[in-house]
């Protein structure tokens, strides 16, 4: 628990959260779908070893979205940078994330074509992951393909299927 440092303060609330926002996020599978030969459950441990090894960052942090805006080349009549988006009132920093409205997404994506490029691109991006494996389990043959899967996108990581994903959660 070193990588949250409300644990120190607050263990049981900090493994409360944890244990609901992991419970959001990991897929069920229930016992139909266990039947469904296109579906691969795996090992609870093998689940286990791979998310406690995988960092998953966001692009609504605040230097990827501003990185992500700066490359989309703002035009003359949009704001040079992401702090001046800010201070206009068109997101706002939260947690060290841009977060922007849903009614000015919606008010973007349906401007016309050559206004606001860099903001659609940005509005765009922003709900998306990275994932990152470690290299203590890259080099593990039984999650290669699932590794392999999850930097090509084709996989998320919700929809990787266990078998007691509470135990995983536990864990974790």
């Known amino acids: 628990m070193s990588r949250f440092s409300s644990f120190k303060h607050v263990p049981i609330e900090t493994r409360r959260i944890l244990r609901g926002r992991f419970a959001s996020k990991l897929h069920v599978a229930k016992q139909?779908?266990?039947?469904?030969p296109e579906l691969n459950v795996r090992k609870d441990e093998h689940?286990?070893?791979?998310?406690?090894?995988?960092?998953?960052?966001?692009?609504a942090e605040w230097s990827t979205a501003e990185v992500t805006y700066l490359n989309a080349k703002p035009n003359a009549s949009e704001p040079a940078d992401l702090q001046t988006l800010a201070n206009v009132g068109w997101l706002r920093r939260i947690w060290g994330r841009a977060e922007i409205g849903r009614e000015l997404r919606r008010a973007v994506m349906c401007s016309p074509a050559g206004t606001l490029d860099a903001l659609k691109r940005l509005v765009s991006d922003i709900h998306g992951h990275h994932y990152e494996v470690g290299a203590v389990v890259r080099s593990d043959p039984v999650l290669f393909d699932l590794i392999d899967a999850i930097e090509s996108t084709r996989t998320e990581v919700p929809q990787i299927a266990c078998r007691t994903p509470e135990w995983v959660i536990a864990k974790l």
Do not use: E
């Open 32 to 36: 139909h779908k266990m039947l469904t």
């Open 47 to 59: 689940v286990l070893r791979l998310l406690a090894n995988l960092k998953v960052s966001s692009n």
